[in-house]
Antibody, heavy 119, light 107 residues
Framework: EVQLVDSGGGLVKPGGSLRLSCAGSGFTFYSVGMNWVRQAPGKGLEWVSSISSASSYIYYADSLEGRFTISRDNAKNSLYLQMNSLRAEDTAVYYC????????????WGQGTLVTVSS | DIQMTQSPSTLSASVGDRVTITCRASQSVSSWLAWYQQKPGKAPNLLIYKASTLETGVPSRFSGSGSGTEFTLTISSLQPDDFATYYCQQYNTYPLTFGGGTKVEIK
């Protein structure tokens, strides 16, 4: 069974940093792309970033303005999102999500971790 | 960036109704379109990919159609478990983009 467990969310002050983690199990983690998608309170889904299986290709939403960095450690079956210079508008539930093998489509999602940026 | 526009944003329907949600892309995404269902406080769940392919385990009352820039999600006979918010998403090119969502409410 595919499982994605997100962690690392919490309350952070504007300008602060946070690192999210996602642990994958039940599939060959090193063979698939991974993604982060966020959802602000009461709003829709917003794609944040994607990384290919071997980290060769990385994509970011323009709205992030270079503040976030996605990475992965295939030896640990883990995905990360380093978030710097956080703003109030980054407040959201952040979901780790798997790309289907050989595709860009997202087929499995983690449970989400809440990031709140507030003073 | 490819903009995805869903309509309607809210839909009121009764159990047993046939429901159709539309998704339009600002440029062609071929058939690289997915539909997700999301219930409050939960992660989204993949229903359909490649515009019309039903994900394993998804009830057959869900169907998708379209290609290029116009897509539809149809629920043939709405069930109590189907009251949720539905999102389309194109995965033809980066950045991946989602529609704004359609909330299906009880009439």
């Amino acid at each position: 069974e595919v499982q994605l467990v997100d962690s690392g969310g919490g309350l952070v002050k504007p300008g602060g940093s946070l690192r999210l983690s996602c642990a994958g199990s039940g599939f060959t983690f090193y063979s698939v792309g991974m993604n982060w998608v966020r959802q602000a309170p009461g709003k829709g889904l917003e794609w944040v970033s994607s990384i290919s299986s071997a980290s060769s290709y990385i994509y970011y939403a323009d709205s992030l303005e270079g503040r976030f960095t996605i990475s992965r450690d295939n030896a640990k079956n883990s995905l990360y999102l380093q978030m710097n210079s956080l703003r109030a508008e980054d407040t959201a539930v952040y979901y780790c999500a798997r790309s289907a093998p050989g595709s860009n489509r997202i087929d499995y999602w983690g449970q989400g971790t809440l990031v709140t940026v507030s003073s | 960036d490819i903009q995805m526009t869903q309509s309607p944003s809210t839909l009121s329907a009764s159990v047993g109704d046939r429901v159709t949600i539309t998704c339009r892309a600002s440029q062609s995404v071929s058939s690289w379109l997915a539909w997700y269902q999301q219930k409050p406080g939960k992660a989204p769940n993949l229903l359909i990919y490649k515009a019309s392919t039903l994900e394993t385990g998804v009830p057959s009352r869900f169907s998708g159609s379209g290609s290029g820039t116009e897509f539809t999600l149809t629920i043939s006979s709405l069930q109590p478990d189907d009251f949720a918010t539905y999102y389309c998403q194109q995965y033809n090119t980066y950045p991946l983009t989602f529609g704004g969502g359609t909330k299906v409410e009880i009439k």
